[in-house]
């Protein structure tokens, strides 16, 4: 009986999240039953019907890893013997490079290798995206596509996604709905039928009508996301986030809503947006340079004048921190070029840092980038990289 309720209650946990419902403490509760084996996470996959399980498996290989367990048996290792640390010749200007111990590489991958086997190199994110169709058709976006249905042409060549609709006759018909998916390491361009143009991240998703109608465009995001809404005062554009929505008429903006995040953060370059909270009826209304971040969870919000420059580098090909704490920035890092990152030491997480590099870096120049601060030391092995603070 015991296993028949905590069956119900992970099949209620599931229907949840899909319907954006999910509580903090519940998706935790989720990812721990997910995460215990690999028929749990195949079950989650097939009940959610996870499309890109089926199609990025990096995806999958990278939530087979229990996190917690795995920086447990390195931290244990650490404590019991002390390696030595790669030091890169960038730090110390041509000085000797030390090999860390192999035993934490060992423990990270969970397969045996050799110490001098070379470090693999990280390549940064580039074009590809899966597009999902009304019917359940799947395209991979890696090759150039041409399709037509009912006065609509969907062309895709160099990373950008263009919806044309050629029937200007305006009627009332069945609206259909494409997904556009971005893995980790990915990002896309795509132009909707009424010409809005969204700069997509990675590890993104946006859902959107083939062709508008009714009394606004809809679309709904999960990630991160750039907007140059095409202006239409009689029809205005909403972007979705579970229960926050922002309404425009036409503006160019930013927004952050990535799922394992607290905060959606939206951003206005210009233009004005209304920030409306369903769950609560809270509204706000935004100026060019606003930022408005507000709590998923309790709805707490804060609305500063910014740079925008800061958060919209991405789409430029950048990396922009200003005075920001290093955990954040390697939660931007990993998305982008597909790493796990594990920090031997918390203190090392609120570190700050600020500066603006390439975005198509090789992630180890990245790296090294930061290591010349003396502040902190990077160990990578496969697609892991291990953060410690230098004493």
């Known amino acids: 009986m015991n296993k028949l309720n905590s069956s119900f209650k992970i099949a209620n946990l599931i229907t949840k999240r899909l319907k954006g419902k999910l509580s903090l403490e519940e998706g935790l509760v989720l990812d721990e039953w997910k995460y215990e084996n690999k028929e749990n996470l195949n079950l989650y996959h097939k009940l959610s019907k996870n499309p890109e399980t089926n199609y990025f498996k990096n995806e999958e290989q990278l939530e087979t890893v229990k996190k917690e367990e795995i920086w447990h048996k390195i931290n244990t290792n650490l404590q019991e013997k002390k390696t030595r640390r790669i030091r890169t010749e960038f730090l110390k200007y041509a000085a000797s490079i030390i090999v860390i111990g192999i035993s934490t590489f060992f423990l990270i991958n969970s397969i045996p290798d050799k110490a001098t086997k070379k470090i693999a190199q990280i390549s940064p994110g580039k074009n590809q995206a899966l597009l999902m169709r009304d019917r359940g058709e799947t395209i991979i976006l890696d090759e150039f596509v041409k399709l037509k249905e009912d006065g609509l042409e969907i062309n895709n060549d160099g990373g950008h996604l263009v919806y044309t609709n050629n029937d200007k006759t305006p009627r009332q018909e069945k609206i259909t709905y494409n997904s556009l998916i971005i893995p980790k390491g990915g990002e896309y361009n795509l132009t909707l039928s009424d010409g809005t143009k ?194």
């Not at 465009?217 to 991160?224: D, F, K, S, T, Y």
């Not at 210009?270 to 100026?287: F, P, S, Y």
């Open 198 to 391: 969204i700069w997509l991240n990675s590890n993104s998703k946006l859902r959107y009508p083939t062709k508008f109608s009714g009394k606004e465009r809809l679309v709904e995001l999960e990630g991160e996301a750039y907007f140059e809404v095409s202006k239409n005062k009689d029809f205005p554009f909403v972007v979705k986030m579970n229960d926050i929505q922002i309404k425009v008429l036409g503006t160019s903006f930013n927004v952050n809503a990535y799922s394992e995040e607290n905060e959606v953060i939206t951003t206005l370059i210009e233009g004005k947006v209304e920030v409306n909270d369903k769950r609560r009826n809270q509204k706000e209304i935004l100026a060019p340079n606003d930022q408005f971040c507000i709590n998923k969870y309790n709805g707490n919000f804060k609305k500063n004048n910014v740079n925008t420059d800061i958060y919209t580098a991405w789409k430029d090909g950048r990396f922009v921190f200003h005075n920001e704490k290093l955990k954040d920035i390697m939660t931007r890092l990993s998305r982008w070029y597909d790493v796990q990152v594990f920090f031997q030491n918390s203190e090392s997480k609120d570190i700050r840092f600020s500066g603006d590099l390439a975005r198509y870096e090789d992630f180890k120049s990245i790296l090294e980038m930061i290591e010349f601060t003396e502040k902190v030391t990077f160990t990578i092995k496969n697609r892991s990289v291990l953060v410690e603070k230098i004493h």
